[in-house]
Structures are given as C-alpha cells and as structure tokens.
C-alpha cells in the first residue's frame, strides 16, 4: 500500500510538470500595445501607429470601422479616426488640439475580440497649452468590448513573454521553502533527542533546498536581466534570497569541515536552526519594510493581485505542486542516501 502511493504521488508530481512545460511554452500571450510612432505630435492632424506583441488583436475580415482608439489626457478623451489595422498595428488619424490639460497622452484601443489594450504616455504634445479639449474634438467615454480570446496569458508591458518564468522562478523558492522548513522541523527534533535519524533528515533538506535556492536565484537573474536591464540589482529581496542561499551553504561547509566529530549533529542542528529564522527575516520580513522592485513588497503588487488571471492560475497553481513534489522526491533520494551511508559507517 505504501508503495502504491509512493508511485501515485511522484507520478502526478512528473504528469503535473509535464503539464506545466506543454502549456507553459504553448499557451498565447494575450495582445498589449507596446510603442506609439511618432510619440512627439505636433499642433495638426497627425497619422500615429500603435504597435502591438502577443496574440493578433485584429482577424481576417475585420475593417477599420470595428475599432475604437480613444487618447487621454488628464480625465478628458480626445477622438481620433481609425484608417487601417492589420494583426499587430494600427494606423490612426490625429486632430491634435492647442490645448490639453497634460502633454501626455494614453492610449486606449477598443478592438471587438482582444478588448481594450491601453499604452500609458503613449505620445507626448510639447507644444500644447494647458486647458480643456475643445467641444469639437472631446469623446465621452465609450462602452468597453468584451474580449474574446480564450485561454491565454496576460500582457504585462514591462513582462511580457517573460511572465512565463513565473511558472518556474516562484515555485522553486516556494519548493524551497517548504523543505527548508521539514529541515527546521528535524533540527528542532534533533536537538530535543539526538537522534541520527533526525540529522538526516535536516541534512537531506538542506542540500535539497540548496539546488532549488541556487535554481531561484538563475531564473531569478534571468528574470531580472529581461525586465530591470541586468542581471542584478541591489534589491533588498534580491540581496536577501543570496544570502539566505550563503548561509545555507555554510552548513554544508560546516558538516564538512567538522568530519566524523560526535558533536556535528547537534552543532549542526543550531545552525540550521539559525539558518530557516534568517531565512523568514530576510525573504519574508525585511523586504515588505523597505523599498523593492519586486512584486509583493513595499507596496509593489504582487502577481496575485493585478495578473494573475484565470488562465495563468490554472498552470501556475499545478506548477507550486507539481515543483514541491519533486523537491520532494529528490529529498527522499537524499535521506536513504544519508541511511545507507550511517548503516554502513556503524557496521
């Protein structure tokens, strides 16, 4: 019975990964504009082209006249009219006012299947006095078009494609966590009845929490490199996921260097203790109370509140599972590894 649900566990763990790179790489990204030519306009009619990535937000067969773009500035609308659109772009002709009540203008695009894809500060009006937008050129606000796109990833402008490696970066550490704290758990129970058992176990935790630490760290920086521009920024998350991982591998370092010595169990089991308290303190504390580029601290949304849509949760949800079943796996392997060895040391 024991093995039958050995095998069901790690099997659906390997069903659930397999799931999570098929629609994790082939599942569209939904369209978002991403560039506005020229982004200077000038005090005339102006033709301006939005450019767009993802999934076509224009079909075979549509025209013109079944999209909608609209430019803000400040609270008022300002009208424009659409001459041509093909799958990624779109043309449209400018009637740019004297006055605005900012220079800045966003833009939102009403199309009838992808719904409304927005560009903040889409162009700029150097020229322009501040006031309202004449009568003549206003737009009140039209209905939004409901999108039909199907099961598809949302468009996030600094992101992009790369909300992908959301599937991967944020389960690892979560793997991480998660056997870091099975490790902290057999450390406390080391220290209550020095028990080799239970060294063995925080032994086999925290080498397996090591690889998926490292593991967060590269996708981490790969991650980085495509949304901040490098591959790492002094970021208080950022610095503290490093030194977490450092202090890890000092315990490694530390069980090395004390050999076959009667006491590395216990001293052992101190530090790993000290090691999961910095942990909390550095990844889940101290970065909520400082300034961070990453989501979910100091006011910056995490995923779970502004693009974690349906679609993404139904992979990304089996993701965190599917990752801490291997983790788990891996430290299974890890802690017979441990026994064998004992058994055959104390023979």
């Known amino acids: 019975m024991k093995g039958t649900l050995n095998w069901i566990w790690k099997g659906g763990g390997i069903l659930l990964l397999a799931y999570v790179i098929l629609w994790g790489f082939s599942t569209p990204l939904q369209p978002g504009l991403v560039s506005c030519s020229p982004s200077q306009l000038g005090l005339d009619e102006e033709t301006i082209t939005l450019t767009a990535v993802g999934q076509p937000f224009a079909r075979d067969g549509e025209v013109p006249e079944d999209f909608n773009l609209v430019l803000r500035s400040g609270k008022q609308l300002l009208r424009t009219e659409v001459t041509a659109v093909s799958p990624h772009t779109l043309e449209a002709r400018v009637n740019v006012p004297p006055t605005l009540p900012t220079r800045g203008l966003d833009a939102f695009l009403l199309t009838p299947t992808a719904g409304t894809l927005f560009l903040g500060n889409a162009c700029f009006v150097e020229d322009a006095a501040k006031g309202d937008i004449p009568a003549a050129m206003a ?26 490696n959301l599937l991967w970066h944020v389960p690892m550490w979560f793997a991480m966590f998660f056997i870091m704290g099975l490790g902290f758990v057999a450390s406390l129970a080391q220290l209550r009845t020095d028990s080799a058992g239970w060294d063995h176990r925080a032994e086999a935790a925290v080498h397996t929490g090591l690889i998926f630490g490292l593991l967060g760290l590269a996708t981490g920086s790969l991650w980085a490199r495509w949304t901040w521009g490098a591959w790492w920024v002094s970021d208080p998350q950022l610095n503290g996921a490093l030194v977490t991982v450092l202090l890890y591998s000092g315990y490694l370092i530390l069980r090395a260097a004390m050999g076959d010595d009667d006491r590395v169990g216990r001293l052992a089991a101190v530090y790993n203790v000290f090691a999961f308290v910095m942990l909390v303190i550095l990844l889940m504390v101290l970065p909520r109370y400082t300034e961070s580029l990453h989501p979910g601290k100091d006011g910056n949304p995490g995923f779970n509140s502004y693009d974690l849509d349906n679609s993404l949760r139904a992979v990304f949800y089996p993701a965190v599972i599917g990752w801490g079943a ?7 392997l890890r802690l017979r590894m441990n026994r064998l060895a004992y058994r055959l040391l104390t023979q």
Request: proline content about 15%; some cysteine; hydrophobic content about 35%.
């Open 326 to 332: 291997l983790c788990y796996w891996m430290y299974t």
């Open 139 to 164: 737009l009140s606000k039209p209905d939004d078009p409901t999108p039909a796109l199907g099961f598809s990833f949302p468009f996030q402008p600094n992101i992009m494609e790369s909300i992908r």
